[in-house]
């Protein structure tokens, strides 16, 4: 009996990508099942090359360019690639992942396993080309925060297939009729935390999130310290998502104004104090946007308690600056207290 393929829709943004691209599409061009397959990618204004490089791909894969006018962010990107997509199934990722030949033979065949009454979501390990961890599921924090706690260490060798607190933006397999009946991204965050707001409407819906090493997924892209754009999106968006997410909001404010605190002190190391103010400053702008989208939350969805989050944090949150003494201390008197919240 012949195995189902599922037509999927591979979808993700470009964005001056000319260096990852062409490892991404040789490896989509040499997938077994590469004639199910069409790619859709929406270019967000790119000015280097990247648009002729797609296009040399054009005879050889089923390519869907769609050039935007203005950078719209990747949230909004990647909804408007599913919205032209053909795929019963969607693939959301990045412009820099390279796939195995097999990749979705594998995730046919876990999705075929797993799937029950409810709607799942399969997003497969990613990491770098050293072997080491950059996404393997994810631990959301009542704060906001949301990261891999393995992240630098070694995937696995073992075949895993375990439930995830989140998925990745930039690998999931996912039914397309379901991405969209779930909303798709919000388009606010732009980038960065879409994936966990979208993740959270999920899980308390009653479906599921699964990760598996097997297959996984390669990301080109070298970790770098984070610029100024993306430390802003990151901290922004983390007060989105317990804005839009979580109940009792009152019930964490002093711990939410201490580890506040700490993060000033963490920006101001890292010369980024300035660009914290003006975070706050922006956040206290849109305020009675924050006050509306919470009230549309609300009708929509039943809010989290802030007790169905993890309680501690660690020490990967604290970058290059975890190898210095006070901040260790820190964090373990910051974990004793949070624990007993």
């Known amino acids: 009996m012949q195995t189902f ?9 470009s964005y001056n990508g000319v260096e990852y691209l062409k490892k991404n599409l040789d490896s989509i061009k040499n997938l077994n099942n590469n004639d199910e397959i069409e790619v859709v990618i929406v270019d967000n204004m790119s000015v280097d090359s990247s648009i002729n490089v797609i296009k040399s791909y054009e ?23 599913v919205k032209n997509s053909n795929g019963e ?3 959301i990722t990045n412009q820099d992942v390279i796939f195995p030949p097999e990749f979705f033979e594998k995730l046919a065949k876990i999705y075929s396993k797993l799937k029950n009454k409810h709607e799942i979501v399969i997003s497969p390990a990613l990491i770098f080309e050293n072997g080491k961890i950059h996404y393997f599921g994810a631990k959301n924090h009542f704060l906001g925060f949301s990261y891999t706690p393995e992240t630098g260490e070694m995937l696995p060798k073992k075949k895993i297939i375990k439930d995830a607190h989140r998925l990745s933006g930039g690998s999931f397999y996912v039914k397309k009729e379901f991405f969209i009946r779930m909303g798709g991204f919000d388009k606010e965050f732009f980038m960065y935390y879409e994936d966990t707001d979208l993740s959270l409407k999920i899980l308390r819906n009653g479906n ?3 990760t598996t090493n097997d297959p996984f997924l390669i ?47 963490h920006a101001l190391l890292t010369k980024r104090f300035k660009l914290r103010v003006k975070l706050y400053l922006d956040l206290i702008l849109k305020f009675k946007y924050f006050k509306k989208i919470r009230k549309i939350s609300k009708n929509e969805n039943h809010l ?24 260790k201390i820190l964090l373990n008197q910051l974990n004793k207290f949070l624990k007993l919240f």
């Open 219 to 265: 990301h080109q892209k070298p970790h770098h310290p984070l610029s100024d754009l993306q430390y802003y999106f990151l901290e922004r968006n983390r007060f989105i998502v317990i804005i839009k997410n979580i109940r009792n909001i009152r019930k964490i404010v002093p711990m939410f104004i201490i580890v506040e605190f700490i993060l000033i002190f």
């Open 59 to 81: 005879s050889d894969i089923n390519i869907k360019l769609i050039r935007n006018k203005f950078n719209e962010g990747f949230a909004e990107a990647c909804n408007s690639g």
């Open 208 to 210: 599921k999130i699964y």
């Open 89 to 91: 199934f969607i693939f």
């Open 5 to 13: 393929k599922p037509r999927v829709s591979i979808v993700f943004p």
């Open 304 to 327: 989290l308690p802030y007790q169905a989050f993890s309680k501690t944090l660690d020490p990967l949150l604290l970058g290059d600056l975890k190898r210095l003494k006070i901040f």
